[in-house]
């Protein structure tokens, strides 16, 4: 593809691609220009002329003058077969759908080796961070010890304005949305469904590992209350949502879970929709980046960058999946957690290791314990309204 235009594809016109297409055009580096936008509701207002658009997918997939697809919609499977059709037909893809992505590893790397087309999704993971390319290129997985950080811009938003500025979590919730950092419907950021995705993909360019979304245990900042926050602060800390992934002992753990963060973490500055990974190696000890995580020009600007490293023939070498020592995936690891509930019968203490500190009031109670990941994963207890975790560091 060098030294030639690029014909570009695009399949939705929503936040993402509206900023793809405002970078794009303030851009002069990069030969790519948009032939087709496929969209599904003719009839909305939209800033461009309606000439890009279609809403038949076939004037995409079908056309042998488009070089590249670029699939921005918020729907897994059609998202998946728009990716899959176009890598079978020989077209490479820029996809931003982290869900999808992480739902559909194996598959998409068979079709990519099946079809020899590159497939790139660095806007899946931290949007305006290049750290997919990272892992990739610098860091070698037997080298690797962590990655770990924030990489959901709605949540820490929605953290930063409860400890920074004292908002309650539905205004601060309320905001996001309104900025478009959040979603109508914010179950997936607020849960930890969305960090969770990224972190399956980050796994794998990190240590070879496929992982199945489901078998990464998830839980969000939805039940952090005044108390929660309280026990924070009187600890001088702050609370982020934290995915990561270890390498211990010959095998690789993930999670995404709230955590108490103090002052001398490199996290704890970050702020609003601001994401920030910390890379842990044997020889480099931290190394950490950080950049914008949401919003539109954000991701935009990482899925131009993916269109750009497509002119000079790039493509993910996966050569951690090729090696053969890839760690196999556990949740046997031991986490140190603050755990708080309003009465003793809605949790089951017994699952803990120990427990070192302990408290009673006629509203809440808590405990400081140390508890397996896994037994977390299993915990039906965790499911009632009333308790809430933040792990310890």
Not at 264 to 282: F, K, P, Q, W
Not at 340 to 359: C, G, M, W
Request: net charge negative.
């Amino acid at each position: 593809m060098e030294n030639k235009i690029i014909n570009l594809g695009i399949f939705g016109f929503g936040c993402v691609g509206q900023g793809l297409y405002e970078v794009l055009n303030r851009t002069k580096g990069i030969n790519a220009r948009i032939k087709k936008i496929c969209i599904k509701d003719p009839n909305k207002p939209r800033p461009i002329d309606a000439s890009y658009f279609t809403t038949d997918k076939n004037d995409i997939l079908q056309d042998p003058t488009i070089d590249v697809v670029v699939e921005l919609i918020n729907e897994t499977e059609a998202a998946f077969e728009i990716v899959s059709t176009a890598l079978r037909n020989g077209k490479a893809v820029v996809s931003a759908s982290k869900r999808m992505i992480a739902e559909n590893l194996p598959a998409l790397y068979q079709l990519q080796v099946e079809n020899k087309v590159p497939f790139l999704y660095e806007a899946s993971s931290c949007a305006s961070i290049p750290i997919v390319r990272n892992l990739e290129e610098y860091y070698d997985n037997d080298l690797l010890n962590a990655v770990e950080g924030i990489c959901n811009g709605s949540t820490n938003y929605i953290l930063t304005k409860i400890f920074e500025e004292n908002q309650s979590f539905d205004v601060a919730l309320q905001k996001a949305q309104e900025l478009g950092f959040a979603e109508t419907d914010p179950t997936l950021d607020i849960e930890g469904y969305d960090p969770k995705f990224k972190i399956v993909i980050l796994l794998l360019h990190a240590f070879g590992t496929f992982v199945k979304p489901e078998e990464v245990f998830n839980f969000g900042i939805h039940r952090l209350n005044d108390f929660d926050i309280q026990f924070a602060k009187q600890r001088n800390c702050t609370v982020k949502l934290i995915a990561g992934c270890r390498r211990q002992n010959g095998s690789v753990n993930a999670s995404v879970l709230p955590h108490l963060v103090k002052e001398h973490n490199l996290l704890y500055d970050v702020y609003n929709e601001y994401n920030g990974i910390l890379l842990e190696s044997a020889f480099t000890d931290k190394q950490f980046f950080v950049g914008k995580g949401a919003g539109g020009t954000a991701t935009g600007s990482a899925v131009l960058s993916d269109i750009s490293a497509l002119t000079y023939n790039y493509r993910y070498e996966y050569k951690k999946i090729k090696q053969s020592n890839s760690p196999a995936f556990t949740n046997d690891v031991q986490l140190k957690i603050y755990l708080r509930y309003r009465t003793a019968d809605q949790v089951h203490l017994p699952d803990f290791y120990n427990i070192s500190e302990k408290y009673e009031s006629s509203t809440w109670r808590y405990i400081v314990g140390v508890i397996n990941l896994e037994k977390l994963k299993e915990a039906k207890w965790l499911k009632n309204p009333d308790v809430n975790l933040l792990v310890l560091e």
